[in-house]
């Protein structure tokens, strides 16, 4: 651990003007102090530069280790000229020593001694007991030494005293699960790493980690025995209530890296609480597969509904032919002039020859012709014993007042062993739903369920109907959040995780001064409005002078702009940077190396437990780790290529000190290190960024594998947010047949890096409605290419608005002004929620991606989505210059996706079936697609200050042109060598003329 990872205070290397005149410039009254402090010249600026490091760090350094921007500032501010001899003379002398005591006394600082040992310990302890990171118990001792106006402690001995605390409190932890267990439950817990009887050979503690397989029949009755399993397993998790959660967490991290055999290995007291933590870790997921299993099943269900209904159409075709030519016939009787006795027999004649169109007719009238339900029911039949019992092992609960649907779920479940085709509704029994109680029910459903065509009290159910209409809209209730499951984590009711309202109430103006938006209600409105207003002028008023937009016979035509020419030159920077570029010989292996002397990424990697690391070529193990799967090779074809390691060890170091969070501190570190550099700065905006996702292929054995109807085959989506600056500051794995959009915003509010962009742009899949709305609550610009934009509606501000040029493209609709204002203050605590990082974005978008009657939030995000998009697309019709950023910013980021499918080399398809390998080859790869970048953008810049010391002129216009997604240079395949390599050291000051 490095003081970088945590709050200890440290010199900036380059300290900007401003900073040095703020924090490093003596008062009068620290030259008055210094002027009695010390006599000599040399000694008086010792006794400042003394001063005024401790002021910024809360400790002592000597004058070698301060900057000498720093050293020149405070020199020239006491008029005085520096020796450095004279300055290491004062740091070994008596003098120095005893300024020591006077710094303390004039910043009313005491000394790091028994007491201020007692407090710090006082505070790790307590720390330790709800925090597991490190770092952050780290944190919270300086915090509380700088509180109470301590001298900090070295920080090795801030870090010992943490890992020291939180072993304790670890340990004191273990021993309150283990305290309350019992030996019964030991008995109980232990014969999970045992094999016993296993045909298999395989113990239940490995068998209950395995994720669940195809969501078919099959898979549905597998993962409901595993549930079954898990919940009979899981009688003792009360236990681990009074445990903080992150600990559970934690707990749950290490144990699901852990087999049978490491498990037996741990002491008795960890061994217990790390398999209660795995078990109500495992519990939620497989709660949550059954969930997602449900929907998908009833997906496919309602998919091979419409299927049939199509098949049934296309097969009744003749019949609808027959009745329009008939009807066409019956048209010309009575239209001719034949006595009305003999049109009405000829008529009579015309539809009693055919009564089976008779029948078609009246199905046809009474359903719809577009009514795929009536073909559910026998879909249904096939996996209705299996949803069923999904229905009745989980127990959800509604989340608002209105239960309707819940106590219509609990009725047909009681009612699923009946064998008749109908439910008779008695209303002096328990077997009766009143007519609110079937509110839920879909018009198209209504007559299937209750043979009613109006909405009447009903009598009686068809029971097979009834149970496809529940499951259907079980699947809706899911969705849109009106239902919650008990036990889950995805589908558990969100806002448990919301801020509470009186407590936003309180922070609301400080958060609208934070994201720039007035926050009560009616200055938000008409700031909002006003936004729509000023943009609809603008667009109209700019309309005959804008060459691009057209409206032609109601229809708006937007030109295509140029392709901006190569500056002049570039051909010949190109060609004498690619061949300085492959005069290094650089491979993959090389990059990896020198990146982790330059950046020290491989540090995050490590024991998953928190201790230090005791391998052996520890650091040349974690390379190759990273190689191998980032790469796609593999720990076996790794090991084959390269001496010295084996299959076995590469993947030790993944399964024991590898996870995501890890992988994104590595990331993270990555990209504050190229933000450093300059060339960058040329090349875009970090203000901005895009969101792209592309296809990796699975196996199809897993649940989150889906066939992808663009890219086809079978696989997942990586989902990337790639700075305008080409690094790539986020990644995510998510399913093909999610809408894309959900997950925007997660890579904003999740990146911890210090590149933070508030403007985001996508492709179509990257908007909706409540997205836009969500965006701009939490002070992000979204700024979309959407690909059918003028098929989107446009909102007038008012139903009287009209507009000369451009009214055309507006709807009838104006926005509801009323709704807006109404819901601010939830739409608000949402968007504060996510700030304060209680809940991640996609969990919000998840549940307002689906239209609910219950759900009035849906509505109100969605009225201000509408407001937002309105005024972005008034903006993007008529600003070239916006479209051309825009475009660019997505090429960028699908030039990621193809660089990053570059690095994955060694396999076309990612090989493990488990979510959160998959999810960990994602982040292998992202961090070594960055580390490439890095080390591009560090070789590029070398060898164009070499061209520029050469006599080559460089101007902005050619050095934007230049791209770091360069691979012609490093070597991918043959024979791997980790040669023992020895870098210069980065300089990320190099800067051009220009």
Not at 424 to 451: C, F, H, M, N, R
Not at 727 to 750: M, N
Request: aromatic fraction near 8%; charged fraction near 25%; hydrophobic fraction near 40%.
């Amino acid at each position: 651990m490095q003081p970088s990872d945590t709050a200890y205070p440290r010199f900036k290397s380059r300290p900007s003007p401003a900073e040095l005149e703020r924090f490093y410039t003596p008062t009068q009254e620290e030259k008055a102090c210094g002027a009695l402090a010390a006599r000599a010249p040399t000694t008086r600026l010792g006794f400042v530069l003394l001063l005024k490091s401790f002021q910024r760090l809360g400790y002592f350094v000597v004058s070698s280790q301060i900057p000498p921007v720093i050293i020149e500032h405070i020199a020239t501010a006491m008029g005085r000229r520096i020796d450095r001899e004279d300055l290491r003379r004062y740091d070994e002398s008596q003098a120095r020593r005893k300024h020591l005591a006077a710094v303390r006394k004039f910043l009313d600082v005491q000394p790091f001694g028994a007491a201020g040992k007692a407090l710090l310990c006082e505070a790790l302890n307590d720390a330790a007991m709800t925090k597991e990171d490190v770092a952050d118990i780290v944190n919270v001792g300086i915090e509380m030494l700088v509180r109470s106006r301590y001298e900090l402690p070295a920080f090795d001995t801030l870090v010992r005293q943490a890992r020291a605390a939180r072993a304790a409190a670890n340990h004191t932890l273990y021993g309150q699960v283990h305290g309350v267990l019992g030996e019964t439950g030991e008995v109980f817990l232990d014969a999970l790493f045992v094999v016993g009887d296993n045909p298999r050979r395989v113990s239940p503690w490995n068998d209950l980690k395995q994720d669940p397989v195809k969501p078919t029949v099959h898979g549905m009755r597998e993962l409901l025995a595993r549930f079954e399993q898990l919940s009979a397993l899981s009688r003792y998790n009360a236990i681990l209530k009074s445990v903080p959660l992150i600990k559970v967490s934690q707990w749950a991290l290490e144990g699901n890296a852990l087999d049978a055999a490491s498990m037996a290995d741990l002491a008795a007291s960890k061994r217990y609480a790390v398999t209660l933590a795995v078990l109500h870790h495992r519990l939620g997921v497989v709660t949550d597969d059954l969930c997602n299993i449900f929907c998908k099943q009833m997906s496919r269900v309602s998919q091979a509904a419409t299927e049939a209904l199509q098949q049934y159409l296309m097969d009744n075709q003749a019949k609808t032919d027959e009745i329009l030519r008939r009807y066409a016939s019956l048209d010309a009787v009575l239209k001719s002039d034949e006595p009305g006795q003999a049109q009405l027999l000829a008529v009579r004649q015309t539809i009693a020859s055919r009564p089976d169109l008779c029948e078609f007719s009246r199905l046809h009238a009474q359903y719809g012709g577009k009514n795929e339900c009536r073909f559910m029911a026998p879909v249904f039949a096939s996996r209705r014993s299996e949803l069923l019992r999904i229905l009745s092992a989980l127990r959800f609960v509604s989340t608002s007042q209105d239960a309707s649907f819940e106590r219509a779920l609990t009725f047909m479940l009681a009612q699923r062993g009946r064998s008749g085709e109908w439910i008779v509704l008695q209303s002096a029994t328990a077997a009766y739903l009143s007519l609110p109680d079937l509110g839920w029910v879909p018009e198209k459903w209504w007559q299937l369920i209750t043979g009613m065509a109006q909405r009447e009290a009903p009598t009686r159910l068809h029971r097979r109907q009834f149970e496809a209409c529940v499951c259907a809209q079980m699947v809706r209730e899911l969705k849109s959040g009106d239902m919650c499951v008990v036990g889950a984590n995805e589908y558990a009711d969100f806002r448990d995780e919301l801020v509470p309202l009186d407590e936003c109430a309180r922070t609301r103006e400080v958060y609208g001064q934070e994201v720039g938006l007035p926050v009560q209600d009616n200055a938000f409105v008409q700031h909002v409005r006003g936004l729509l207003e000023a943009a609809a002028r603008k667009a109209d008023e700019l309309y005959p002078e804008n060459p691009f937009f057209r409206i032609i016979e109601g229809r708006a035509k937007l030109g295509r702009h140029a392709k901006a020419p190569l500056p002049e030159g570039f051909a010949l920077l190109d060609q004498a940077l690619t061949g300085k570029l492959d005069a290094l010989g650089l491979s993959l292996l090389d990059v990896l190396v020198d990146t982790s002397q330059w950046i020290g990424w491989d540090r995050h990697l490590g024991p998953l437990s928190g201790h230090q690391g005791k391998l052996k070529e520890e650091a040349r193990r974690k390379i190759l780790t990273t190689f191998a799967y980032g790469t796609g090779l593999g720990p076996t074809q790794t090991a084959r290529n390269i001496a010295d390691i084996s299959a076995r060890q590469i993947s030790f170091v993944d399964q024991r000190q590898a996870s995501t969070e890890k992988l994104e501190a590595a990331i993270t570190d990555t990209i504050n290190a190229y933000n450093q550099f300059q060339l960058p700065r040329y090349w875009g905006d970090t203000r901005r960024a895009a969101a792209d996702g592309t296809q990796w292929n699975l196996y199809e054995n897993n649940l989150l594998s889906e066939r992808h109807i663009r890219y086809g085959g079978h696989g997942g989506i990586a989902y990337y947010h790639v700075s305008d600056a080409y690094i790539a500051l986020f990644s995510h794995f998510i399913p093909c047949g999610v809408w894309e959009a959900i997950y925007i915003l997660d890579g904003l509010s999740k990146n911890t890096s210090d590149v933070q962009p508030d403007i985001l742009h996508g492709d179509t899949q990257a908007q909706s409605a409540p997205v836009y709305a969500l965006a701009f609550l939490l002070g992000i610009k979204l700024m979309p290419r959407i690909r059918n934009w003028k098929d989107l509606k446009w909102y007038r501000p008012t139903p009287q608005e009209a507009y000369q040029h451009i009214d055309t493209l507006f709807t009838g609709e104006a926005i509801d002004w009323d709704l807006i204002a109404c819901h601010l203050p939830d739409m608000l605590q949402v968007a504060q929620s996510i700030r304060a990082g209680r809940i991640s974005p996609s969990t919000v978008l998840r549940k307002l991606g689906t239209a609910s009657r219950k759900n009035k939030l849906y509505f109100a995000f969605r009225e201000l989505g509408r407001v937002i998009r309105t005024t972005f697309l008034l903006d993007y019709i008529g600003d070239e210059d916006l479209r051309r950023i825009i475009q660019a910013a997505q090429n960028k980021c699908e030039g990621f996706n193809n660089f990053a499918q570059w690095a994955y080399f060694g396999a076309d398809t990612i090989t493990h079936n488990v979510r959160d390998d998959q999810l960990k080859v994602i982040k292998y790869n992202h961090l070594i697609s960055n580390l490439v970048i890095f080390h591009n953008c560090h070789t590029i810049t070398q060898a164009l200050k070499e061209l520029q010391t050469d006599g080559m002129k460089l101007t902005p216009e050619l050095l934007a042109r230049l791209s770091p997604y360069r691979t012609h240079h490093l070597n991918r395949f043959g024979l791997y060598e980790m040669k023992e390599r020895h870098p210069h050291p980065v300089d990320y000051g190099v800067g051009f003329e220009t």
